[in-house]
């Protein structure tokens, strides 16, 4: 039996696809297929944080009914598989069933039941989530919560991944020792929320925060370097960000996802923060962390963002001088507070444009910018991919997150180096090994 899969979204959906894959595989017997015309099962992970991708969803699924084998099933499943559960079924009759995000643990349950729709977000799916499919590589992905407690006023998330569950200390400790065990060095700790861990377990147990947790998982000899994504700017406490800078474990690099830097906007999207509290945690986490890399997520043209809001955010961009920026335009979403909105405060289209392409361009520049000041540096690199021959070369991420090669040296998958970075080629970083 062959299964064919395909992944949208977040690195939740990676993982809970990862989580598909190894339940199917066990339990089921199938086995992984990149041809979708000779799989016995389609899987499509869905994710429905901003309308387009939702929209592509039916076509995708007419074209895989057209060419599946005879008897293939096809399952719909992910984020937009928890927020239109059985109307995927009337309007894509070709679909056999609907496993929502929270339900992911159901899935060779429902492959048998023809037409099952499993949506709850109430369904307690924290102590399920962690089989893995052989071939772990070096890094890992590990889940510490599920769902999400917060009423940002534009995300879907809440809706389509119900509430925020911790999962419990020893789970997460005993699955990163075998991770360990396996060979992984470096594991990326998942969750809505992730510095937010600890406000609800499912039952009784020890209470530790997220600070905690980073100081009990780095306690793993095998484990050499711990990532995490996506904390809250709201949750990043001095403990915490202590935590970060000491902990000789954790990556230099952190997501702070923005989504505004108006203060005004951030209010009406119930961020929970200011300008001043972000920009604030900013300077805290440089001051600690000099070299640390930051990312973020910004959206524009939210409802009522004016020219003077919109200029707040780029004043952020300009004094932050992010590393990676995922910027979005506004995507009004069902089930959302700001989907209720009246249309005058919607910002028309092209505005909405023209800001996302200001937006970009000046993050363009920021970052050749700080690429030029790259050269001489020195970076810890985990090397995760090899070339032998003519052009042979060594690959892998600094702590900062940023991607380098080291051309002429073929080191060993999992070897972590020193690095001096020689060229920027087009924004690509290349380097030298420093022994
Ligand atoms: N419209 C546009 N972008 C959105 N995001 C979440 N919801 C929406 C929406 N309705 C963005 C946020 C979030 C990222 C995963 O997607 O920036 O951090
Ligand atoms: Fe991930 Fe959110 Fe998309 Fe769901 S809706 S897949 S949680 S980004």
Not at 8 to 13: E, I, Q, R, V, Y
Not at 325 to 341: A, D, G, K, N, V
Not at 345 to 370: F, G, M, N, P, W
Request: hydrophobic fraction near 35%; glycine fraction near 8%; charged fraction near 25%.
């Amino acid at each position: 039996m062959k299964l064919y899969i395909e992944t949208l979204g977040c690195a939740m959906n990676m993982r809970d696809s990862e989580h598909m894959i190894a339940e199917l595989k066990t339990k089921e017997g199938y086995t992984l297929t990149e041809d979708a015309k000779e799989a016995d099962l389609i899987l499509i992970n869905t994710c429905s944080v901003r309308e387009k991708p939702e929209r592509k969803l039916f076509s995708e699924i007419g074209q895989f009914a057209l060419i599946k084998k005879p008897h293939a099933k096809i399952g719909i499943c992910g984020c937009t598989a928890s927020h239109m559960g059985e109307e995927i079924i009337k309007k894509a009759p070709s679909v056999n069933f609907v496993l929502g995000a929270r339900n992911i643990s159901k899935i060779s349950e429902v492959i048998h039941r023809d037409k099952a729709v499993e949506v709850g977000v109430d369904y307690d799916d924290s102590t399920y989530v962690f089989d893995t499919a052989g071939n772990i590589g070096i890094k890992a992905l590990l889940n510490i919560s599920i769902g999400c407690d917060k009423r940002c006023a534009y995300c879907i998330v809440p809706h389509t991944r119900g509430k925020e569950i911790s999962i419990p200390l020893d789970l997460i400790l005993s699955e990163a020792e075998k991770l360990a065990q396996n060979g992984v060095k470096e594991l990326m700790l998942l969750g809505q929320n992730v510095n937010n861990y600890g406000v609800r377990f499912s039952s009784n147990h020890k209470m530790i925060n997220f600070a905690g947790l980073l100081r009990e998982i780095s306690k793993i000899e095998g484990i050499k370097r711990i990532r995490f994504t996506s904390p809250h700017p709201l949750h990043m406490d001095d403990e915490f960000l202590e935590e970060f800078a000491s902990n000789p474990k954790i990556c230099k690099c952190i997501h702070m996802p923005l989504q505004s830097g108006s203060s005004k906007i951030l209010k009406s999207m119930r961020r929970g923060y200011t300008k001043e509290w972000y920009l604030n945690r900013v300077a805290k986490l440089k001051s600690l962390v000099p070299h640390v890399g930051i990312g973020t997520d910004i959206i524009v043209a939210f409802p009522g963002e004016s020219e003077e809001d919109f200029a707040h955010t780029m004043d952020v961009l300009e004094s932050v001088q992010f590393d990676t920026m995922y910027s979005f335009i506004y995507s009004p979403r069902p089930h959302t507070e700001s989907y209720q909105w009246g249309k005058e405060s919607i910002v028309s289209k092209e505005v909405a444009s023209k800001r996302l392409a200001i937006l970009q361009d000046k993050h363009k520049t920021i970052l050749r910018d700080k690429a030029k000041k790259e050269i001489g540096h020195l970076h810890e690199v985990l090397i995760e991919n090899i070339k032998h021959g003519e052009d042979s070369f060594s690959e892998g991420r600094s702590d900062t997150g940023k991607l380098i090669k080291i051309p002429q040296e073929v080191l060993k998958i999992g070897d972590i180096v020193n690095v001096q970075i020689s060229q920027n080629e087009g924004g690509s970083l290349i380097g030298r090994c420093i022994k």
